[in-house]
């Protein structure tokens, strides 16, 4: 039997059908049920990642421009970190090279505040001490200057200091020879003199073998030294024999520096010994110090320094994601009528906020990445061009990354939950 036009429906569209079951509304539209069934739709995490960089794909200036402005940040702190842990690395190679066992001893005040000064047997005390391995001196010759030549005005020093060396200095403070020799049992007694990398230039003196006007009499170059880090201080000296400053320059055989090499777990106990043993008489007249120290101190100012830089590129990183937060804004404005069309072909409110979430996820991703690797690149180019190692710590890397997934999930979780509460009726009504 045919059933008329105006015939009533049957009961079970009303109370047991699917609309029924929604109390008479479309399957899906409260956001928790799929058209097809009374349960919604699964998406496996392959899909959401899916479905969050087809969202990317579409816009791909705008996610250019947002991910670099995460990549600055990024770059800039993983920069900044491995400049820093270059240049330490680089300096601890030089400190192993030189080595921190090096203590120099120099006179200090006496009483009256006048210069104090050192015995004239403060060296071979020093030597003598159990823990210690080597000790040399360099004193300092009054009212005595270098010049290139014997027309120079007096006046004009140049800043070169005339010191009477030991012939076993070089051993004890770690000097190297740039071109010639050092000073030996023959010419220590004779008007030579070893000129420092920075005197050297100064007097315009690039090979051996060349006179200077030194002390009112002319001596013979016959050698130059490289640049000493550990003894700053004889870089800009012309170093005569001990013998012959004596001698030919009115030195009194006082040393004003003592360079002593102890033993490394020794170096503290001979730290506290050694004013005591270079002036047994006056100690509180003898000061004494570590030359490493200083490159310690420098590397802590660095250390400083990068603290500031590294807040500058947090807020670098701020402000991508804030750019971030922009984008994905935008695109939740923009593709109401997607939302609308999920939502009314059942998508959850959950789906669509994990769709967005991932999409915000992948974005700062994408710059967190690219900002490594324009970091460790950054970092590589420097250090190559400083002749130090590159080094950029993992932990670096690995909290490069975790921070633009932080600011990512940050920077997207409004977005996400706003086009989650976006219903499909209004979505879909929207310009």
């Known amino acids: 039997m045919r059933r008329r036009r105006d015939d009533p429906q049957p009961p079970e569209t009303y109370g047991d059908g699917p609309a029924a079951a929604n109390g008479g509304r479309p399957a899906g539209a409260d956001g928790g049920q799929s058209a097809g069934g009374d ?12 479905v969050g960089a087809a969202g990317l794909r579409a816009r791909p200036l705008r996610v250019f421009l ?3 402005g995460i990549a600055i940040g990024i770059a800039a702190m993983i920069g900044v970190v491995g400049i820093s842990a270059s240049s330490r690395a680089q300096l601890q190679a030089t400190l192993d090279r030189l ?40 004193g300092k010759i009054s009212d005595t ?47 030579a003199v070893v000129l420092g990398s920075d005197a050297a230039d100064a007097l315009g003196v690039a090979q051996p073998g060349v006179q200077v006007w030194l002390g009112s009499q002319w001596f013979t170059v016959v050698g130059i030294l490289e640049p000493a880090q550990l003894t700053p201080e004889l870089n800009s000296a012309a170093l005569v024999g001990w013998d012959a400053a004596v001698s030919r320059l009115g030195f009194d055989g006082h040393p004003t520096t003592v360079y002593t090499r102890a033993k490394k777990e020794s170096v503290e106990h001979v730290r506290d010994l050694l004013a005591a043993t270079a002036n ?17 101190a420098q590397n802590a100012s660095d250390k400083a320094f990068t603290g500031l830089l590294l807040g500058l590129g947090a ?15 935008i695109s939740v404005l923009e593709r109401r009528a997607e939302i609308g069309l999920r939502r009314s072909l059942g998508a959850t409110r959950g789906q669509i906020r994990a769709q967005f979430l991932t999409e915000s996820q992948l974005l700062a991703a994408l710059g967190g990445v690219g900002g490594v690797t324009l970091g460790i690149l950054a970092t ?4 190559v061009t400083q002749g130090w190692p590159t080094v950029v710590p993992p932990w670096a890397m ?31 009504a929207a310009p």
């Open 99 to 138: 080595g921190t066992n090096m203590l120099t001893v120099a006179p200090g005040k006496d009483l009256f505040g006048s210069d104090a000064e050192l015995p004239k047997e403060s060296v071979a005390m020093i030597g003598r001490m159990t823990d210690v391995i080597s000790a040399s001196a360099t």
């Open 398 to 428: 690995a909290g490069g990354v975790g921070a633009t997934l932080v600011i990512g999930g940050i920077a997207g979780l409004y977005p996400a939950i706003r086009a989650a509460r976006l219903s499909p009726t209004e979505a879909l």
């Open 280 to 296: 047994p008489s006056s100690p509180t007249e003898v000061e004494v110090s570590r030359p490493s120290d200083a490159l310690a």
């Open 39 to 50: 349960q919604p739709a699964r998406l496996g995490p392959r899909d959401v990642v899916r």
């Open 145 to 191: 200057n270098v010049y290139r030549n014997d027309h120079i005005d007096a006046g004009e020093t140049g800043g070169i200091g005339v010191l009477a060396a030991r012939l076993d200095l070089p051993r004890t403070a770690g000097l190297r020879m740039a071109a010639g020799t050092w000073l030996n049992a023959a010419t220590s007694r004779y008007p």
């Open 66 to 68: 947002s991910a670099l």
């Open 380 to 383: 590589a180019v420097f250090a």
């Open 315 to 329: 807020v670098a990183l701020l402000v991508g994601g804030v750019g971030v937060a922009n984008t994905m804004v």
